[in-house]
C-alpha cells in the first residue's frame, strides 16, 4: 500500500469519526430538547429495591411566561385515583429573588392514566383565579402580608389543610423584620370547593406569643390531631436571629385549629439555629429533620412527637457525616420504609448555588437514624440550577410525587424549568 492510499484510508477514517461524532450531539442535543422543550420524560436509574421508576417530568416551561414561578404547592385528594387536584405558583422577578409578587392557580379533576406524559395532562389543566381566600393582606401602612401553604389531605375530616407562613413586603421586597412571621393555614373543602379565608396564629413559649413559620412536613394522628412542626425566634437579633424548632399537637374541629400542647425546643449555636423542620413517623417512631448552616442537616427523635432528643447531623451507614449546604431536607413515610429527599455536596455540583443539584432520595436505617450509602438514587438531575426548595406528596399508593423548579439565584435573566418527579414504587 503506498503512501497515497495510507492517507485516503486516514482521511475516510476521520470523516467517520466526524460523522459520527456529530450523529451522537445530535441524538444528546435533540434528546435533551425533548425533555426541556416537548415534555418528554428521563428515566434515572434506582438503587432502591422498592422503586419501580423514577421519572423526570417538565411541570411548565420557563419559556411559557414571563418572571420566575415557584412551585407553591399542590392541594389535592390522594387514593388509587387521586382527584381534586389545585396547583399553586408565586411568581416573583427573574433575578431569583425572595419577593412574591403574583399568585397562579390551576385545576385538574382527573389524575393522568397510565404513564401519559404529564405534558399532555397539562393541556387539561384550566388557568382559574387564585382564590380570593387566600390572597395577601395590606395593612394602613401599605405593607403587603403574604401567605404560603403546604397542603395535605386531613383523612378523619375529609377535608385538605395547608399549613404555611407569613411573610411581609413592602412593595415588592421582602421585609427583614421578623416579628411579622406567624403561622398561617387554610381549609379546602371538596364538597363545596372551596378555600377557606386563612387565618394566623403564633404558638406561646416562655409564657408569650413568638413568631413562628411551619411549612413543613406535619404528621396526622389517628384521632385527626394534627402535630407541625416549626421554627420560632426567643430573641430578634436581625435576619439571622437564633431560631428553635420543635413541635405542636394541634386540633381541628372541620374549621379553626388550636394549639392543644407543645414540646421542647431544639436549636444549634450557628447564625439562624435550626430551621425548616419536616416530620414523619415510622414504626410508632417520630423523626425531624432540621436544616442549618454548618455544613450539614440534622435528624433528631421523638418517642411522641412532641419531646425531642438532641439533633446529630446526617450520616452514612459508615458513619460519616454528609456534607449538606444549608437546604431544606424531606421524608417519605410508607409502610415498606422510610426514605429522604435532599441535597448534598458533591464532587461535580459546585457550579450550582448552594450545592442544590441533583435532588437525591436513598432509604433511611430508621434504627441508626442514618442513610443507607448504596440506595442513594437521582430524583431531579442537575441542569446547572437549584432544586433546593421542592414540596413531597404521596398521591398514590404506589406513586409519590416531588415538586421543584429551577431557581436560579445568580441574577442571570434565565427560564428556569417547574419540574416533577414521579417515583413509581412496586407493587406486590
Known sequence: MNNLQKYNQKLILMKVIKSLFIFLTCIFVLGWQSHSVKGQVINHPTNISGISSLQEHI??????????????????????????????????????????????????????????????????????AYPDALQERKDKEGYRFVPSFNWKYHKQSGKVIGFGHLLRHKGQALSNHLEHLAIT???????????????????????????CVAYGQRVDLPNGDILIPFSTIKKLEGWNSIRWCGSARCRFDG???TVVETGNLVTHPVPRGFVEPSMAEYNGTFYMTLRAQDGHSHVTTSRDGLTWEKPVPWKWDNGEAIAMEQTMTKFISRDDGLYLVYTRITTNNNNVFRNRAPLFVARI??????????????VL??????????????????????????????????????LLGRIIWKTN
Open 381 to 418: 438531575g442537575n441542569n446547572g440550577f437549584p432544586l433546593g426548595n421542592f414540596w413531597v406528596y404521596p398521591v398514590k399508593p404506589n406513586e409519590t410525587w416531588i415538586i421543584s423548579q429551577e431557581w436560579d439565584r445568580n441574577g442571570r435573566d434565565i427560564d428556569c424549568n417547574n
Open 365 to 378: 436505617d430508621s434504627e441508626n437514624r442514618c442513610l443507607v450509602r448504596k440506595t442513594e438514587s437521582v
Open 59 to 128: 411541570l411548565i416551561r420557563g419559556d411559557t411566561h414571563s418572571g420566575l414561578w415557584l412551585s407553591g404547592g399542590i392541594a389535592f385528594i390522594p387514593g388509587k385515583v387521586p382527584k381534586d387536584f389545585h396547583f399553586f405558583f408565586v411568581e416573583t422577578d427573574r433575578k431569583g429573588g425572595d419577593s412574591m409578587q403574583k399568585h397562579h392557580h390551576f385545576a385538574a379533576k382527573d389524575f393522568p392514566k397510565g404513564d401519559k406524559v404529564l405534558s399532555d395532562w397539562r393541556d387539561s389543566w384550566k388557568e382559574v
Open 185 to 211: 393555614y387554610s381549609v379546602y373543602d371538596p364538597n363545596t370547593q372551596a378555600f377557606s379565608q386563612w387565618n394566623s396564629f403564633n404558638i406561646e413559649i416562655d409564657g408569650k406569643e413568638v413568631p
Open 255 to 257: 374549621e379553626k385549629i
